[in-house]
């Protein structure tokens, strides 16, 4: 088996796809992950591969501290897919780019654990284990819906993924170099090392029972509280099931009656998509369309806004038809006495100016990991986030996180009372703060320089989509299109010093 070579930051030029014993290449429409990133089993797969990297202890602390995986869970999903597609892809030099991507944001977390235990992002045989779980659940996937890999399909895909791991600069040896020596590593780490973390606790019991609406769902949010009261549980035991017996047993997971039948009937039923014509199931046009963002000028946007338009007058009338019992009070609900609930509702040009509580910005915007607190993670979440949209290379990515700390020093001296390091609802809303001191105006003008690509000073129409994800509705004398510094600073100011909502910032940090 031929490996792939090393490919850090400072890789340049074009390089042959690595190959396997056969001539075969290992990366690129031919490879076999392709076949299954567009499967639909692989999304069982795929969860099933995040529970067992979360049960490495190592992994799972990392989680715990700096992943947004709980708040918002469908924008690490598609930055995961979007991920694996430039590194399985056919184009080495976006390979490259991505490989070193991946490095910085490694290099970034690390820290130690509830116990005291190190962790370290950039640990070789952590990320050799976080390839593992996708190859072994790969596996898992087709022999649990009963199409078992024969064994020369299994080792090209088991290449594939070393070749990964060598793309990353991880030397391939992290990983076994045969399958038999794989499956022995793999039960090795199973029995030895993995743990009931507190991100599978999460995963498990909160994130499925939690999961909150994707942007195209958001309009509804009854009809998504009702299909996940019922999804989630199913899910949770599905994945359970699936999971190795002897890490069950290690880590005392229930066993739920039927859960085995019920988890091998959804990987069949999942296994029938293959009859569906070629193109209707394709994960990345998925992942698209649940990231759609509401007034966008994606014409599948206006198509489902009009969709959603109709479905909430369908819901109005049947209210009107067969009204429910009231469950709250007006002020449970949050809306004023005397108010209709039809009026809580303002279309896109009222929410652009609607007033936001410290207390919905806190949650909605700052807090992006979900914990309850502003600290350090949830900035440089957002500082990876919107490098992860602009694909930044290494000097605006720096720039970029430079900034953000510094905004992080200036929140912390001006609104951590009581000294834990980190800023609680309570202290934020005490202080009822404005934001838009020098730190913040100062990552206000990094973005808008990390954005304006061509360097003109100022974001057309391209630039501005490739920040927003969402139509561009800025004209200016004679009908040019564009955005200049002064505005862009006084709008994002304007949205992160918590005053009011806006429909083009919002989907920057608080999309799900």
Known sequence: MTEAGSSGAGSTGPRAHPQDGGGRSLFGPDAQFHRFFNDPRWALAVVRATVLEAA????????????????????????????????????????QREAARLNRLHARLSGTDAQNRAYDAMDPAVRAWVVATLFESSVTMCRLSGQPLDQATMEQLYAEFRAYLAALGDRAGHLPPTLPEFWRYYDRVVE?????????????YKLFDHL????????????????????GPVIGAITVASLPEAFRRRAGLPETPGAQTLMQGAYLAAGLARFLPEGWVRTEAVTDLLSLTPGGDDPRAAALDALRGQVKRAGALFRLVAPLPAQRTAEQAGQRPGTRGAERAPDSREAAARVRGSGEFFTAVLDQTGDGYLDWPDLAAMARELSFRLDLDEPQETRLYNAFAAWWKELQADLDVNGDGRISA?????????????????????????????????????EYRALFRTGFHRSVAGGEVRYSRAAFVKDFLSFMSGRAASTAYDPLFTQA
Do not use: C, K
């Open 192 to 204: 030895e090392e993995l743990e009931n973390t507190d991100a599978v606790r999460l995963i498990l």
């Open 426 to 462: 309570q202290e934020y809303a005490d202080a009822v703060p404005s934001l838009a001191g020098p730190a913040l105006i100062r990552v206000a003008e990094v973005l808008f320089d990390v954005t304006d690509a061509d360097g003109n000073q100022y974001i057309d129409a391209e």
């Open 56 to 95: 490495h202890p190592q992994v799972g602390a990392a989680l715990i501290d700096n992943s947004t995986f709980v708040a918002h869970p469908w924008r690490r999903l598609r930055n995961t897919l979007v991920s694996l597609q430039r590194m399985f892809g056919a184009d080495d030099r976006t390979r």
């Open 212 to 231: 909150p609406a994707p942007p195209l769902l958001e309009g509804l949010p009854t009809a998504w509280a009702a299909g996940r009261t019922v999804a």
